[in-house]
């Protein structure tokens, strides 16, 4: 590949492309670059494997934190497990790509994004994006593109492309959108309770850069002699598609016509009517008929029947406007809600319905020290807010082995803490660490958008003061031809055999997050503004049911989340609270029980199960770090004795020394003939030297100042 490089522009910041240098064995690299991000995309084809009947296609996004100068910490030294968001990039890059190649391909394909160097200026994943696409275009594989991607910004009232992490996290707005000639392929964004129509208004911003970018690639291509790489699709015997259609449309449709069977019993008596009508038709076949001997090849007969109950499911849809269960196109299955359903030592819980999915979400309030520390390229280095996704096998009637969440997990569960996020209530004013574990106890679509709701109940039962409470609803797609239905609330027959899930998450006053996923090559901006239209009714229905069981955050935290107490003590005092060796901190936690986490600003973090320990410590660190001025009058206990004085503890944590001649105002011989240990005295802070110590008297002291010392001490 000969070397060739060319820039694309938006509002002056550049995206550069540079091909024919790096990875020269590989079916197709591009380094593509933005700012000092640079990100090496290859894509790469071989022979496909005997008797897959699916496309293989491999999408992996690498980091390597020498991209932004760094050394990777634990004890190798070197990049191990990726971190969430590297898999997140990885479905990012796949999501739009995998629509885009023909579905007969079978191939073996992976594309291999690496980031090569990070500005902490420009995020590499829209560029890894793009890059793919021309990686797969320089390949020379059937690919039904280009397709590009660019993020969408809002600063002010401005739409802005391709923001920085600055300007990311200032804004109301993260979108992304990848497009293709055909349409919008794949979107997915972020949102501050937007309005509908400013994120359709987004997208068809964020649309239109994309333009720009399949332009430019084309004339890439052309500068290079290349042409867009179009394969013919093998030829299908028909003769078995039209044997098993003869054979079991008719049922098929009495099947899907049929609204009262539940999804296991609808499931279980189409694979009947494939067993009886089609499966057992070819078996008494002779053993030369083409049929036969067709119907031999590896899933061939699970395919074409397959294929007869999708078309025959997306025909009802279309003629008839009726959905498998009975529903209309714009209904939301049934919804039930339940919250506190597990024993109070789990912080918050509930249980959220819809249909036949079912999802069990659990909160856990935490330190700040319990926050996750992040150890990738991109800015943030802590999460104070996490949901986690499980789906077990048992979620669809399988049995498989357990495994570490895979990229499905991840992907939903960042999704639904991306829709929690903006509602959260600020460090400051809540300053736990939050948790959400969603448990998927039932699939049957949409579970992601299942969690969303879940865990708003379950925070709202945990008393995490949540600025609003969030709903979400995944709609659908079936198109044919001109023809086009959008569906709410789908379930999983209609994501399996349709053409898009849409999942829109948000508050009675705008969109908190969104993500569509296409199965087709393109979408035109006009469906997708009906579908998130739509998606805000559904999202209203569903959250007026919610509002029903449960309508605010609860008063009080649970009676076993931790007691968290927040205080402020000056930075140059830390050291003295911290104690050498961490022996005072040690010391209070000891005492109390209590958890104690100190930031560098000063800010003290107390947590224990029990308030009143809680206050406890409390009191000791603002005794050692309270301020005392001279003429102060404090009642405190006598701690120890020596032969030339007391030592008082006035404030927790602060002692100060009464002199023998300070005792009394008359002659003492010994300091025992004036206190003892553990007397009560009523003390004046006489004077506190150059070296920070306390002296103390008991002189001069008037009875008013003593009696409100006596008080002030009962009070603490």
């Known amino acids: 590949m000969q070397e060739f490089a060319k820039s694309i522009s938006f509002d002056g910041r550049d995206i550069r492309l540079q091909t024919g240098i790096l990875a020269p064995q590989a079916g197709g690299s591009v380094l593509i670059q933005s700012g000092e991000t640079a990100v090496l995309v290859t894509a790469t084809r071989s022979t496909g494997r005997e008797g897959i009947d699916f496309l293989p296609l491999l999408v992996d996004y690498e980091e390597r934190l020498y991209a932004a100068g760094r050394i990777p910490g634990g004890f190798l030294r070197r990049e191990g497990r990726p971190p969430d968001k590297v898999t997140l990039t990885s479905r990012l890059i796949d999501r739009p790509m995998r629509p885009l190649f023909p579905q007969w391909l079978r191939d073996d394909i992976q594309i291999i994004a690496t980031t090569l160097a990070l500005d902490e200026e420009v995020p590499p994943d829209v560029l890894a994006v793009t890059g793919a696409s021309v990686a797969v275009l320089l390949a020379q594989i059937p690919f039904q593109g280009p397709m590009a991607a660019v993020r969408v910004g809002l600063v002010g009232d401005d739409f802005i492309i391709n923001p920085t992490y600055r300007e990311i996290d200032q804004g109301d707005l993260d979108l992304v959108v990848a497009g293709s000639p055909d349409g919008v392929v794949m979107v997915e964004a972020g949102a501050n309770q937007l309005p509908e129509q400013d994120i359709i208004e987004a997208i068809e ?20 002699g290349l042409q867009l790489v ?20 008719d049922k098929i449709k009495k099947v899907l016509s049929q609204f009262d069977l539940d999804k296991k019993a609808r499931d279980l008596t189409l694979d009947e009517i494939k067993a009886a ?50 529903r209309k196109l714009d209904e939301v299955r049934p919804i039930s809600c339940n919250v506190g359903v597990l024993p109070r030592r789990v912080h918050g819980s509930a249980l959220f319905q819809r249909g036949l999915t079912q999802v069990l ?67 400051d004013d809540f300053p736990y660490v939050v948790r959400v574990v969603s448990e998927i106890l039932s699939s049957n679509g949409s579970t992601s958008m299942g969690s969303v709701c879940g865990s708003t109940l379950s925070l709202m039962d945990a ?16 198109k044919e031809g001109d023809e086009v239905r959008v569906l709410t609330d789908i379930q999983g027959i209609e994501d399996f055999l349709g053409d898009m899930d849409f999942k829109v998450a948000g508050t009675d006053n705008g969109i908190t997050a969104l993500q569509m996923d296409m199965k087709i090559t393109g979408l035109s901006l006009d469906v997708i503004a009906e579908a998130i239209e739509k998606a805000k ?26 007691r968290l107490l927040s205080m402020k003590i000056d930075p140059d005092l830390i050291g003295l609270v911290i104690g050498p060796g961490g022996k005072t901190i040690k010391g209070i936690t000891e005492q109390t029980g209590a958890k104690i986490d100190i930031e560098d600003n000063g800010t003290v973090m107390i947590f224990c199960n029990r308030s009143e320990n809680a206050m406890e410590a409390r009191r000791i660190i603002e005794g050692m ?7 102060d009058v404090y009642a405190g206990r006598v701690t120890r004795i020596i032969q030339i004085g007391a030592f008082v503890e006035i404030l927790p944590g602060k002692e100060g020394m009464i002199h023998i001649s300070q005792l009394a105002d008359y002659r003492v011989g010994k300091v025992e003939d004036e206190v003892a240990v553990g007397d009560e005295v009523v003390v004046k802070v006489r004077e506190i030297d150059s070296r920070g110590r306390i002296n103390l008297t008991r002189l001069g002291i008037h009875p008013d100042e003593a009696v409100a010392a006596r008080e002030a001490a009962a009070n603490n």
């Open 205 to 224: 911003f964020g649309y239109e850069a994309v333009q720009e970018l399949i332009k430019a690639q084309r004339e890439l291509l052309e500068e290079l």
């Open 463 to 478: 008393g995490v003061p949540i600025r609003k409470p969030v709903s979400g609803t995944a709609m659908g797609l079936i």
């Open 277 to 326: 009508e089609v499966t057992a038709a070819i078996a008494e076949l002779p053993e030369d008929d083409a049929l036969k001997i067709a119907a031999e090849k590896p899933k061939a007969v699970d395919t074409l029947f397959k294929k007869q109950v999708k078309k025959l499911m997306r025909q009802q849809i279309i003629a008839d406007g009726v959905r498998v269960d009975g």
């Open 625 to 631: 770090t309270r301020k005392l001025n001279e003429g």
């Open 537 to 562: 009714d559904g999202r209203l229905h569903i959250l007026e049911k919610m509002m029903a069981v449960l309508d605010r955050p609860r008063d009080e935290l649970s009676p076993s989340a931790p």
């Open 361 to 427: 979400s659990l909160v856990t309030l935490g330190t700040p020290g319990d926050a996750q520390d992040l150890d990738d390229l991109h800015p943030q280095s802590e999460k104070r807010y996490f949901h986690h996704y499980n789906f077990p096998p048992y979620s669809v009637g399988e049995t498989k082995p357990m495994r570490s969440p895979g990229r499905r997990e991840i992907g939903h569960g960042a999704l639904a803490e991306r829709a929690i996020l903006p509602i959260l209530p600020h460090h």
């Open 230 to 249: 179009t394969e013919e699709a093998p030829e299908e015997d028909t003769a078995l598609g039209d044997f098993i259609a003869d054979r079991a449309n």
